[in-house]
C-alpha cells in the first residue's frame, strides 16, 4: 500500500535515448515534486506541481520536461540523455493546506546512462 | 539563498550511545525544517517535521529541537541501536519559496554493536 511510487526503480540505457519515469500518490496530496541526487548524495529539487500547474521549475535543461495528468500523478520525460543524467531521481508529495506540509518521497528511480 | 549545512559528515557510535546530529541554516525566515533517514538504495523516510513556531519534536527516541534566530536544528537519537545506521539528512522550507526543500548533504551514521 505504498505511499508514493515510482516506476521503473531501475533504468539503463544508452546516450541520445529518450526515457520517462512515473509517479503516482495515493495520499491526496495537491502538490508533487521531481528532486535529483547527484553521486555525492545530494539531493536538489528540479520540479513542482500543484494540482497540475507547474510552480517551481529550477534550473534544468529542457530536455526534461515534466508532465502532470492529474494530481494524483507526476511523470518526468528526459529526451536525448547525457552521461551526466546519471542519478537517482526521487518523486515527492505533499499536502498544500496554509503552511508547507510534510514532503513524503518515493524509492527513487535510478537512472544510469551509458 | 538558503543554504543547509550538516556536521559532522559521519559519525560512528556504539551501540547504546546517545546520537547528536547538527544542521544550521543561513536564513532564519523558515515554515519549517524536516528531518529525514536515507538507508542506502532507498528513499527518503520523514522522521520528523518541526514548524518554525515550535522548538522541539519528539517521537519516540527521537528529538529534534529548532532555534530559528541562530539557524540551527539538532537531531537527538538516545540509546542508539545497528538499525539506526542510515544516513540523515535535514531540509528547510524557506518562506520565499513556499514549496522548494533545501537539503542538506546529511550525515552519514554507524552504530557499532
Known amino acids: 500500500d505504498t505511499a508514493v511510487s515510482q516506476t521503473p526503480k531501475y533504468l539503463v540505457t544508452q546516450m541520445g535515448n529518450d526515457k520517462s519515469i512515473k509517479c503516482e500518490q495515493n495520499?491526496?496530496?495537491?502538490?508533487m515534486y521531481w528532486y535529483k541526487q547527484d553521486s555525492k548524495k545530494f539531493l536538489k529539487i528540479m520540479f513542482s506541481?500543484?494540482?497540475?500547474?507547474?510552480?517551481i521549475n529550477e534550473t534544468v535543461p529542457n530536455r526534461f520536461s515534466p508532465k502532470s495528468p492529474d494530481k494524483a500523478h507526476l511523470n518526468l520525460h528526459i529526451n536525448s540523455l547525457e552521461l551526466g543524467d546519471s542519478a537517482v531521481y526521487f518523486c515527492?508529495?505533499?499536502?498544500?493546506?496554509?503552511?508547507?506540509?510534510?514532503?513524503?518521497f518515493g524509492e527513487g528511480s535510478r537512472l544510469t546512462v551509458l | 539563498k538558503q543554504e543547509v549545512t550538516q556536521i559532522p559528515a559521519a559519525l560512528s557510535v556504539p551501540e547504546g550511545e546517545n546520537l547528536v546530529l547538527n544542521c544550521s541554516f543561513t536564513?532564519?525566515?523558515?515554515?519549517?525544517l524536516q528531518w529525514f533517514r536515507q538507508d542506502p538504495g532507498k528513499g527518503l523516510t520523514s522522521l520528523l517535521l518541526?514548524?518554525?513556531?515550535?522548538r522541539e519534536q519528539t517521537s519516540g527516541r527521537l528529538n529534534a529541537s529548532l532555534d530559528k534566530s541562530s539557524g540551527r536544528s539538532t537531531l537527538y537519537i538516545a540509546a542508539s541501536q545497528p538499525g539506526d545506521s542510515a544516513t540523515y539528512l535535514c531540509?528547510?522550507?524557506?518562506?520565499?519559496?513556499?514549496?522548494?526543500?533545501?537539503f542538506g548533504a546529511g550525515t552519514q551514521v554507524v552504530v557499532t554493536p
Open positions: 515527492a508529495s505533499s499536502p498544500r493546506t496554509g503552511v508547507p506540509g510534510e514532503l513524503f
Open positions: 495520499l491526496g496530496h495537491d502538490t
Open positions: 506541481y500543484n494540482n497540475k500547474e507547474l510552480i
Open positions: 536564513d532564519s525566515a523558515i515554515y519549517n
Open positions: 518541526i514548524q518554525s513556531s515550535q
Open positions: 531540509a528547510v522550507r524557506s518562506t520565499d519559496s513556499w514549496g522548494k526543500l533545501q
